[in-house]
């Protein structure tokens, strides 16, 4: 094999990783807001009022419970389909990665 295929192998390797290094950090930092989003939904499940208040941007606005708890619930599901779509963009590129390692190995011997 050549120099400048191996060059480029070793770039698009390199690039592959940097690319699952972003997505594992936005898959956690998403994990953390599913568990934010989940305390939230518990805190507001053991109130007894029928009202709560919501941050919107940087007033706090009355809300039923209900409608917290829903618009909770749709955050949660929409942060599990991102997570679900992370991992299937991340098992594509961890098999990428590997076909290039493999590669690379092969062109050292």
């Known amino acids: 094999m050549n120099d400048k295929a191996d060059n480029e192998d070793i770039m698009q390797f ?48 009355k809300k039923s419970k209900d409608e917290l708890n829903k618009r909770l619930k749709e955050k949660e599901e929409l942060l599990n389909l991102r997570v679900s779509s992370i991992d299937k963009q991340v098992e594509k590129l961890t098999d990428k990665a590997k076909k290039l390692q493999e590669k690379l190995a092969k062109s050292i011997k």
């Open 14 to 61: 390199q690039q592959t990783q940097q690319q699952l290094q972003m997505l594992l950090m936005q898959k956690q930092n998403m994990q953390i807001q599913g568990s934010e989003i989940v305390a939230s939904i518990t805190e507001l499940g053991a109130m007894k009022e029928d009202h709560a208040f919501e941050v919107v941007g940087n007033i706090l606005v």
